[in-house]
């Protein structure tokens, strides 16, 4: 079968075919998480890995792709913003990662970059961890913008200017300079402690 126009069409880059294949494909990180609770079935072996992720400290999730580590992840994020007596989670996905990576060969300072980027990722993590505790709590609210020291929408667009390789504008170098791991750091052990649970 052949369509007028599109015989003659550029074939996709590796990067383009990746990000078409995310476009369309269900993955855990694209549900609401609203979905989770009604639409997991937890076995013995699942509900410990639940209990374990909701505990204290660090865990590795193995296993080939699609095998569930997310949907894990992202149900015990649930778990954690529904339930007072668990910690205040913060869930971030770096799966974008790799367009950070074409800078290794063109900017001496990626490294900074790519660290820059995941902090970035972290605080937005954490504004929609503080935005989905309102939202899963009745009668409690918390003002996020007055919490957070960040605006949600500058560390988005930080992100998506590195994450696209564009320059940035003095607003965003202005919220590079702010980003710092103890400055995160901070904000996740102040931020989380000032959250009535």
């Known amino acids: ?12 880059t590796d990067d383009e075919q990746i990000e078409v294949a995310q476009q ?22 699942s509900e410990e890995w639940i209990k374990s992720l909701t505990g204290p400290g660090a865990k590795l999730l193995v296993g080939p792709r699609g095998c569930g580590k997310t949907h894990l992840m992202r149900f015990a994020f649930t778990k954690c913003i529904a339930d007072a007596d668990l910690p205040l989670a913060v869930y971030i996905n770096l799966n974008r990662y790799y367009t950070l ?6 900017r001496p300072d990626a490294m900074t970059t790519f660290y820059i980027w995941v902090l970035a990722n972290i605080v937005l993590g954490l504004h929609e961890s503080v935005q989905a505790f309102n939202v899963a709590t009745s009668g409690q609210s918390v003002d996020v913008d007055s919490l957070l020291e960040f605006d949600k929408s500058e560390v988005s667009d930080l992100i998506g200017a590195y994450e696209k390789s564009l320059a940035l504008s003095s ?15 901070q904000l996740l052990v102040r931020k989380g402690a000032a959250i009535p649970r």
Do not use: C, Q, W
């Open 101 to 106: 990576e074409p800078l290794l060969r063109r």
């Open 1 to 12: 079968m052949s369509f007028s126009g599109l015989d003659n069409a550029p074939s996709l």
């Open 171 to 185: 607003g965003l170098d202005a919220v590079v300079n702010r980003l710092t791991i103890d400055r995160v750091k």
């Open 24 to 45: 369309y494909e269900e993955r855990a990180d694209h549900l609401e998480l609203d979905t989770f609770p009604t639409n997991t079935a937890l076995t013995d072996d």
